[in-house]
């Protein structure tokens, strides 16, 4: 595990973002832990999440032209990354988000910001078992676009609609890039050098044997 990753989930932690527990997913599945991106809601924590994901937009050299957010989570975060971006690395990108309702006045549609055109690179907080991101997806097909890749603040690494990953069947079904910041694996990494936190180690250890692949 990279430094910058240990340093984020600890950030998680400690922002109460990352937590332990019995939650239920969008996807139905029972989850001992959740990522609530909600929990960003101050501008300093809000600014430090965008820096780990420029961070890592830089590092993988990823070549895109657009960065786009989902409603209603991906908004205030494809926001955050465009900034950190620039004030950390000069790139001044465009970045677009939806509307869930098409909008019948004004400017109208579903878009807000920049066209949506071009090399997109999809910002999101979590893939499950990648429900959102095929809905974002079809949106994004509908205009003169090239999906080209997603990037999430942390991947579960558990099944999607078949053995493989979501992220993995995002990749091969879509034949885009499919990055995280951190994976589940590097939380138990985690959570194995911390004691106090035994107990949510052992659910998701469990939740992994269930959901989680070969």
Known sequence: M???????????????ALLFGDFTLKSGRKSPYFFNAGQFNTAASLAKLGQFYAKAIINEGIEYDILFGP?????????????ALYEKYQQ?????FNRKEQKAYGEGGYIIGSP????????????????????????????PTQLI??????????????DLTAMKEIE????????????????????????QHHEALETILSYQEKYGTS
């Open 2 to 16: 990279e430094p910058y990753q240990y340093e984020l989930i600890e950030f998680l932690i400690e922002q109460k």
């Open 71 to 83: 409603a209603y989570k991906g908004i205030p975060i494809v926001s955050s990354v465009a900034i």
């Open 92 to 96: 001044d990108v465009p970045f677009c």
């Open 116 to 143: 949506l055109q071009g090399r997109v690179l999809l910002v999101d907080d979590v893939i499950s078992a990648g429900t959102t991101f095929r809905e974002t997806a079809e949106l994004i097909a509908t205009f």
């Open 149 to 162: 890749g997603i990037i999430t603040a942390l991947d579960r690494e558990e099944k999607g609609s078949g």
């Open 172 to 195: 091969t079904r879509y034949n885009v890039k499919a990055l995280s910041i951190v994976k589940l694996r590097h939380i138990i990494e985690y959570l194995r050098h911390h004691p």
